[in-house]
């Protein structure tokens, strides 16, 4: 199994985003948001692509997004809720680093981030319970399960601790340069 990069898998507000710049310090790993990796490529915000070229749109562009952290020889990456869902993702993700499901639940989910339109799949509270319970058995295929309600730096050592990892100084923090 590679060690070398870590995926955050999980639900729209459970925290990737505030977990995985943590971690990735405590490791000495650069960070990823998958999310910005894609808004950066796209030159607007995701809730824009949904609405000018639709959800499918959208998933090819986090599918080559998900295909490039390949690139980088160590990383934390944070993905977008739907990222581990899709079969070609997950294989790729579970060949490609350890995966780690931060697990909030929808209540929790609302309370957190309350639908602003920001996250085009963040909606009414019933629509938020139907998707977090039909993605659930698909975020348990990650390789760890934590508890998202917890304090960030409990998170990031409690992940530590179930990982085994440590920080590698000695090797690599960035993507190799294949231009030369
Ligand atoms: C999505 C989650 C969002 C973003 C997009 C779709 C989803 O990311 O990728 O709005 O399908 O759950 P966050 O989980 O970072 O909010």
Redesign the pocket.
């Known amino acids: 199994m590679e060690r070398d990069r870590v995926f955050l898998v999980g639900?729209?507000?459970s925290g990737?985003?505030t977990v995985g710049p943590l971690l990735a310090q405590r490791l000495g790993w650069p960070f990823l948001d998958l999310?910005s990796v894609i808004e950066a490529s796209f030159g607007g915000p995701?809730h824009r692509i949904f609405a000018e070229h639709g959800e499918p749109c959208?998933r090819r562009m986090?599918s080559d997004a998900v295909r490039n952290l390949e690139r980088w020889n160590h990383c934390v990456a944070?993905l977008?809720?739907?990222?581990f869902i899709e079969p070609r993702n997950r294989l790729h993700i579970k060949r490609s680093g350890l995966s780690v499901f931060l697990n909030l639940s929808p209540e929790l989910v609302l309370e957190r981030c309350p639908p602003d339109g920001t996250?085009?799949?963040l909606k009414d509270p019933a629509s938020v319970q139907e998707l977090y319970a039909s993605r659930l058995p698909l975020y348990r295929l990650s390789d760890f399960e934590v508890d998202a309600s917890l304090p960030p730096d409990r998170i990031v050592s409690t992940i530590l601790e179930m990982t085994g990892l440590r920080p590698s100084p000695s090797r690599t923090a960035s993507p190799p340069d294949h231009g030369h």
């Not at 977008?80 to 990222?83: Q, V």
Request: charged residues 25%.
């Open positions: 639900f729209m507000g990737k985003s999310d995701i959208f986090e944070a977008g809720g739907g990222a996250r085009p799949l």
